[in-house]
């Protein structure tokens, strides 16, 4: 099993940034990608991206592609999602998920952390 605990959320003013931190212990070797989910209030659970744990190959969402950077550090077995230019609309609870294949179909991942919440006010 693999554990993933969030960090790095919080209230910020539009256009400024923020970078949440997911740790992962466990059996990190049966884990090949780290993806980055959110959930805004009243909507469904959305993909943000993804990275794979060896070769660190990414994945965005079409609107974090511009904004967003995904990255990891396997020595101390932590991925990041750096969010720049945030606006209101990023308001959500970001969660980080662990699984064996890098998709962006959030049924793909079995491990979860209980996530982060992000408030962007204008």
């Known amino acids: 099993q693999v554990r993933l605990l969030e960090s790095g959320g919080g209230l910020v003013q539009e256009g400024g940034s923020l970078r949440l931190s997911c740790k992962v212990t466990?059996?990190?070797?049966?884990?090949?990608?780290v993806a980055w989910f959110r959930q805004a209030i009243g909507k469904e659970r959305e993909f943000v991206a993804a990275?794979?744990?060896?070769?660190?190959?990414?994945l965005y969402a079409d609107f974090a592609k511009e904004r967003f950077t995904i990255s990891r550090d396997n020595a101390k077995d932590t991925t990041w999602l750096e969010m720049n230019s945030l606006k209101r609309d990023d308001t959500a609870v970001y969660s980080c998920?662990?699984?064996?294949?890098?998709?962006?179909?959030?049924?793909?991942?079995?491990?979860w952390g209980q996530g982060t919440q992000v408030k962007v006010w204008v």
């Open positions: 998920a662990a699984g064996p294949y890098m998709r962006r179909a959030q049924d793909e991942y079995g491990d």
């Open positions: 466990g059996r990190t070797l049966e884990m090949a990608a």
């Open positions: 990275i794979r744990w060896n070769g660190g190959r990414t």
